[in-house]
């Protein structure tokens, strides 16, 4: 009767190397978990500190807005998406915004999400010819970038960025540094958008009319590691809107 050793080719010193590697990172993990938290935590602007954003908002009137895309599944928006464009609307009745600019290609779904948006924001009250829409930006940054580079060469002057506290303030340095200090920040008040959240409706819209035919999903196109760098802002075609 033969004895089976299962596993007696195996390389222990690999073994032990890679239990190593594994109990090492075991130890590290609470420190990156904790890292990972503070680096959410400082990417997101706090209730008070939106609020006084608001505030000095409302002391100016910017020529524009912009207003980054979100992907959109059929047959109705997120609730992300629908905050968005309610914040802008929210914007627009103040004054603060005197037009705005949805920002975003067909990115992660077949439908163009500046035209999906400008659309339900039509729906819910404002005007379209005070809509604006920006279709190339793949990602935050390009949202900004593109949306910012548009603004200007449609012969707007003073743009702000609008969007929920995260975004705005994980998009801040990025367009301070690449566009200009000047670029204004309103990120989402949560009390305000809390206090709308019961009227908001969902308006019917055409949303075929946004279906791109030639979509490839941004996953099958572009790697981990390419995408990354598009987060980062460093796939920007800059001779875009010259």
Known sequence: MALVVVGEDTDHGDINRKMKIMNLSFRWLPVILFMIASFLSSCSYSKKNARI???DAKTKSYDIIVVPGVPFHEPHWDRIMRG?????????????AKNVMF???????PYCEADIMAM???GIGIPKEHIFTETKAE?????IYYGYKKA??????????ASD?????SLRRFAHKRLSKDVGMIPWVMPTIREMDPTMITPEIDFKKAFV???????KRQGFFKRLKGTWGRNLDKSLYE
């Open 213 to 219: 035919d030639s979509f490839v999903s941004i996953k």
């Open 152 to 161: 200007k060469k449609l012969g707007f002057k003073t743009i702000a960025l």
């Open 165 to 169: 506290q995260f975004q705005t303030r």
């Open 84 to 96: 968005r464009v309610y914040w802008a609307k929210y914007l627009y009745d103040l004054g603060i």
């Open 53 to 55: 954003l608001l505030d």
């Open 120 to 122: 339900y924001a039509e």
């Open 139 to 143: 990602h935050s940054t390009e949202n």
């Open 103 to 109: 920002s975003g290609a067909a990115v992660y779904s």
